[in-house]
């Protein structure tokens, strides 16, 4: 089946929205790094200790895979794994040796179901959490669901990422919120389970987020990461204050301001042109730590110009599509850039010390192939899949980056 333009947009636009630092107090005294070509290094460059996860899954467990990114929770001894969050919502439990511990399949609409799993998240004492189209749940340690929030009753949006905040709170990003009086978005917010309220956080997106997703939080020192894709900046929020942390510069490949400022339907139209022409880096908008090491995703850096043609051509995305992972030590003020696996990827996950990647069969065979790794990260992933019980069943990668 052909990749068309269409699935090509959806897989870069579900990644895809723009923040505004207005309102924020914009301090000079945070770094910029440049992003550019002289970043890049080969994976095996990059990687520091890694690990391959075999998942060791039982014959007739309802794992099922649709071609959708997986969603992954990490806590201290567990992987929760979600690989189809619509059709056939199952939540999958592991070890961190990849041994099954227990599957549920409860898509429906009694007492201890769900609709679909949108997002998995832990609580504050590492159980698992779901956002289920407009419920956050709270499971026990069997997978029963503990605590159910309806969230229709705060107001018609979607949480798009979540974590643990203060005692019955929730910090979220929020997509579908109502446009400020100049026209832009607040997306984060702090989620009071008890009054069912949402104070919202002073940072801004553009009108064009509606395009994609409206925001990424991951827990950083004393507090939390915030970043919205499109944006340069990432944004350090603690103690009840936001401010930049750190900025990153693309040069002559910026996105310029106006682009930034379309609305959606035009927003729309431009990021198609952009994964043709690929004339300007963007910024996915994700964002997760390990350790002193924040990671976000780039796409362009290398452009490959693609002409509508070869775009209405392609029948999977080329291992060698300019999507990057962006590495950065604030502290040690450096930046690297890699493939850690070809084509898209999806998103990484980390438990703040490992940044986690669920491969998929055709994605491990690949780095099989191509050895990108490096010999002695290739020989532990042969090892690995050996000890699969179906060869088409997934292998995690777990790492760390390698700095000076």
């Known amino acids: 089946m052909k990749l068309s333009q269409a699935i090509l947009l959806f897989a870069l636009s579900s990644l895809f929205s723009c923040s505004s630092d207005s309102e924020i107090n914009n301090s000079e005294n945070f770094p910029s790094f440049e992003v550019n070509e002289r970043i890049i290094q080969s994976p095996e460059q990059v990687?520091?200790?890694?690990?391959?996860?075999?998942?060791?899954?039982?014959?007739?467990?309802?794992?099922q895979y649709f071609g959708f990114d997986p969603?992954?929770?990490?806590?201290?001894?567990r992987i929760f794994l979600n690989t189809d969050p619509y059709m056939?919502?199952?939540?999958?439990?592991?070890?961190?040796?990849?041994?099954?511990?227990?599957?549920?399949?409860?898509?429906g609409g009694g007492p201890n179901e769900y609709e679909s799993i949108d997002k998995l998240g832990l609580t504050d004492d590492g159980r698992l959490a779901v956002i289920s189209r407009a419920s956050l749940l709270e499971f026990d340690e069997k997978l029963d669901i503990q605590n159910r929030i309806n969230l229709r009753q705060v107001g018609s949006?979607?949480?798009i990422d979540f974590h643990p905040f203060e005692e019955?709170?929730?910090?979220?990003?929020?997509?579908?919120?109502?446009?400020?009086?100049?026209?832009?978005?607040?997306?984060?917010?702090?989620?009071?389970?008890?009054?069912?309220?949402y104070e919202f956080l002073p940072l801004k997106s553009y009108p064009a987020s509606g395009s994609g997703e409206a925001g990424s939080i991951v827990p950083y020192e004393e507090g939390f990461l915030l970043n919205f894709g499109a944006s340069d900046t990432i944004f350090y929020y603690s103690k009840g204050t936001i401010q930049?942390?750190?900025?990153?510069?693309?040069?002559?490949?910026?996105?310029?301001?106006?682009?930034?400022?379309?609305?959606?339907?035009?927003?729309?139209?431009?990021?198609e042109r952009m994964i043709a022409t690929q004339t300007y880096d963007f910024y996915f908008g994700n964002v997760e730590v390990a350790g002193e090491t924040i990671n976000t995703q780039?796409?362009?850096?290398?452009?490959?110009?693609?002409?509508?043609?070869?775009l209405e051509e392609m029948e999977e995305i080329p291992a060698d599509f300019p999507v990057y992972e962006v590495f950065i030590h604030p502290k040690k003020q450096?930046?690297?850039?890699?493939?850690?696996?070809?084509?898209?990827?999806?998103?990484?996950?980390?438990?703040?010390?490992?940044f986690y990647r669920l491969l998929y069969t055709e994605t491990w065979n690949q780095l099989l192939e191509s050895g990108q790794l490096g010999e002695k990260n290739t020989q532990a992933l042969q090892i690995a899949s050996e000890q699969l019980i179906d060869q088409e069943d997934p292998i995690v990668i777990r790492y760390k980056i390698k700095w000076d």
Not at 71 to 77: F, H, R, T, V, Y
Not at 334 to 354: H, N, R, T, W
């Open 47 to 63: 990687l520091g200790e890694v690990e391959f996860i075999p998942l060791k899954i039982p014959e007739g467990t309802p794992i």
């Open 71 to 77: 969603n992954m929770a990490i806590s201290e001894d």
């Open 88 to 107: 056939n919502p199952s939540i999958h439990e592991f070890d961190l040796e990849g041994n099954h511990v227990q599957s549920i399949a409860r898509k």
């Open 157 to 159: 949006y979607f949480v």
């Open 168 to 197: 019955k709170k929730w910090l979220v990003s929020l997509r579908g919120t109502d446009p400020e009086e100049d026209g832009f978005f607040k997306n984060f917010a702090v989620f009071d389970r008890d009054s069912l309220t």
């Open 244 to 271: 930049p942390l750190l900025s990153m510069n693309s040069g002559d490949r910026s996105m310029p301001e106006e682009n930034r400022l379309q609305p959606e339907d035009k927003a729309d139209e431009e990021l």
């Open 298 to 310: 780039v796409f362009g850096i290398t452009p490959k110009p693609l002409s509508p043609s070869e």
């Open 334 to 354: 450096q930046i690297k850039a890699s493939k850690i696996v070809p084509g898209l990827g999806g998103m990484p996950f980390s438990d703040g010390e490992y």
